[in-house]
């Protein structure tokens, strides 16, 4: 049941470059939500907090609203929620190429791509409606503040507090930022995620199985320690041991870091009447994967330059020292990364 080192290796590095996208993408939402802040802050400033005509309050509120529902619709239409689905399948066609020494592998269809934004579920919900909850969470969360301020005779800088947080305690703004980035990188990661899972899916003549590695950065939930090095089937099915059901798959949970490699087919289930290469001479079979590979593993494998350039090289040198650890790393974002910048990067992997 072969399972190499070399494809867990590409496909945990695409795994990485998810994260760095991730990062980016969060870094772009925050911007968004900064010029949220100042807007309502700026309008907050100037509004007179003593006024008891309601009809005043509600006509300010409105007003709040239409800024921040304008700003959440640039903050989902930003997300590339398509590009991101393209990039990792033609990563993933990439990495069985590389490791594998296949040609002429399929993508998902032009349909699969076209319907991600809408179809893929986001901890089973479509994107639209998590980012309108975070939204109306964020209006309602103003208003509740606006009034309880202007019922306790606050100043409008107090009231202001309330929104952008003092002295250590978060103001609402705190919250949306915080809910934004789960959603972000959750977002990333499912997309990223089923597009693997559908391509694949569209490889079944090389590929007869998934199964999941989750500690890869050795700090995971219960749920996906359970499930490391669980197996399935292309109908989804346990297999070589397995009892766990498989469900809706990676990521299990908000802000999961685990991810799904294939278990490709032998020469005979392929057709081919020939006994597996031995390790010494088949330069893509490196070795079945442990179970419990990490990220930590992963990147002490890949050298100093790798380590670099995922992490940044002052946080990489930190790591190296003994002076953070993995989970600081992952937690800071590592070095972010673009679409454009992935997009590039695996054209350039594709041609080597």
């Given at each position: 049941?072969p399972?190499?080192q070399s494809l867990?290796d590409e496909?945990?590095s695409?795994?990485?470059?998810m994260l760095?996208?991730?990062?980016q993408e969060r870094?772009?939402?925050?911007k ?6 100042a807007?309502l ?7 007179n907090t003593?006024?008891?005509?309601k ?11 239409n800024i921040?529902?304008?700003?959440y619709n640039e ?5 590339d929620l398509?590009?991101i689905s393209?990039v990792?399948?033609?990563s993933?066609?990439?990495?069985l190429?590389i490791?594998?020494?296949l040609?002429g592998?399929?993508l998902?269809t032009s ?17 639209a409606d ?7 969470d964020?209006?309602n969360?103003?208003?509740q503040q ?5 019922n306790a005779?606050?100043t409008n800088?107090q ?9 250590g305690?978060?103001g609402?703004?705190e919250?949306?930022?915080r809910?934004?980035?789960a959603?972000?990188q959750?977002s990333?990661q499912?997309v ?5 899972r559908?391509t ?5 003549d090389?590929i007869?199985?998934i199964?999941?590695?989750?500690t ?9 320690v359970?499930?490391s090095?669980?197996?399935?089937n292309n109908?989804r ?5 397995t009892?766990l059901?498989?469900g809706?798959g990676?990521?299990?949970?908000w802000?999961?870091r685990?991810?799904?490699v294939p ?6 289930e392929?057709?081919i009447?020939?006994d597996?290469a031995?390790e010494s001479t088949?330069a893509?079979v490196?070795?079945q994967?442990?179970?419990?590979t990490?990220f ?8 100093v ?9 002052g946080r990489?040198?930190l790591w190296r020292d003994?002076?953070?650890?993995l989970?600081?790393l992952?937690?800071?974002?590592g070095n972010p990364l ?6 590039a ?7 080597k």
């Open positions: 049941m399972v190499y867990i496909i945990v695409d795994a990485l470059d760095r996208l991730s990062a870094i772009d939402v925050f968004k939500l900064r010029e949220i802040e807007e802050v700026d309008k907050l400033s100037d509004f003593s006024t008891e005509d009809a005043r309050i509600t006509r300010f509120l409105d007003k709040m609203n921040i529902d304008a700003g903050v989902e239409e930003q997300l398509s590009g393209t990792a399948a033609q993933s066609i990439s990495a190429e490791s594998l020494g040609e592998l399929k998902p349909d699969y791509f076209k319907s991600v934004a809408s179809d893929v579920l986001i901890q089973g919900a479509p994107s998590w980012w309108r909850g975070q939204k109306l964020l209006q969360k103003f208003a606006l009034r309880l301020g202007m005779g606050e800088q009231i202001i507090s309330r929104i952008i947080g003092r002295n305690v978060p609402v703004m919250t949306a930022r809910n934004a980035a959603l972000v959750t990333v499912t990223a995620n089923d597009a693997r559908a694949f899916d569209a490889n079944s090389v007869k199985g199964r999941q590695v989750s890869l950065d050795g700090h995971t939930t219960l749920t996906c359970a499930y090095g669980a197996e399935w109908e099915e346990p297999i070589n041991g009892t059901k498989y809706n990676t990521p299990r949970h802000n999961c685990s991810v799904e278990i490709t087919k032998t020469f005979r392929m057709g009447d020939i597996e031995p088949r893509s490196d070795g994967i442990a179970a419990k990490t930590d593993d992963f990147l002490r494998r890949k050298g330059a790798y380590q670099n350039e995922v992490l940044g090289e990489a040198n003994g002076k953070i650890t989970r600081d992952v937690t800071g974002d673009t679409l454009d910048q992935l997009r990067k695996v054209a350039k992997r594709k041609r």
